[in-house]
T-cell receptor
Framework: NAGVTQTPKFQVLKTGQSMTLQCAQD?????MYWYRQDPGMGLRLIYY???????DKGEVPNGYNVSRLNKREFSLRLESAAPSQTSVYFC???????????????FGNGTRLTVT | DQQVKQNSPSLSVQEGRISILNCDYT??????FLWYKKYPAEGPTFLIS?????DKNEDGRFTVFLNKSAKHLSLHIVPSQPGDSAVYFC????????FGSGTKLNVKP
């Protein structure tokens, strides 16, 4: 069982370059999330998609865009990378229930991004 | 929106003793929380959860306590093992899943 797969695992960008982080899940989950992890800051939500065709901002959306390509895939794009976006990025998925309380998030193993 | 806060960035415990990790929250409308464990170079993994219909949930060596009046939850690990050394995050479990800043636990052999 692959679960949540993120590509690439590592990436180095120069300031101003663009890139897309890919995420795919094979658990048939309806909700998908992008987080970034920085030292002392925990996991901060960038964007999430409650269901196919919908996306919403999280705590730190500036500088990012997302696309929910289909039920399986949720990509994160940096249009013009900045050093402040150096971080570890995690994608996660879950099944959102009608009550609003979800099953636990399943995470990928992350993409370590450095912007110089 | 919910805010969850972990005020202790690190904790060091001797093997075999109890580890207690703490988390405070601000919005009491939705009392449903989870704990995640994270090893270096891996994604976080779900550990245990608790809802407002309970004040305690136990799973093997791990127990989570919820004090609704104090808006506080804690994770107890008994006995602690070196393999428990990791970063632990608390998170709310409604819609957006907000996480605390994490507590790095070091269990010394």
């Amino acid at each position: 069982n692959a679960g949540v797969t993120q590509t690439p695992k590592f990436q180095v960008l120069k300031t101003g370059q663009s890139m897309t982080l890919q995420c795919a899940q094979d658990m048939n989950h309806n909700s998908m999330y992008w987080y970034r992890q920085d030292p002392g800051m925990g996991l901060r939500l960038i964007y999430y998609s409650a269901s196919e065709g919908t996306t919403d901002k999280g705590e730190v959306p500036n500088g990012y865009n997302v696309s929910r390509l289909n039920k399986r895939e949720f990509s994160l794009r940096l249009e013009s990378a900045a050093p402040s976006q150096t971080s570890v990025y995690f994608c996660a998925s879950t099944e959102m229930r009608e009550t609003g309380f979800n099953s636990p998030l399943h995470f990928g193993n992350g993409t370590r991004l450095t912007v110089t | 929106d919910q805010q969850v806060k972990q005020n202790s960035p690190s904790l060091s415990v001797q093997e075999g003793r109890i580890s207690i990790l703490n988390c405070d929250y601000t919005n009491s409308m939705f009392d449903y929380f989870l704990w995640y464990k994270k090893y270096p170079a891996e994604g976080p993994t779900f550990l245990i959860s608790i809802s407002s219909i309970k004040d305690k949930n136990e799973d093997g060596r791990f127990t989570v306590f919820l004090n609704k009046s104090a808006k506080h939850l804690s994770l107890h690990i008994v006995p602690s093992q070196p393999g428990d050394s990791a970063v632990y995050f608390c998170a709310d479990n409604f819609n957006k899943f907000y996480f605390g800043s994490g507590t790095k636990l070091n269990v010394k052999p």
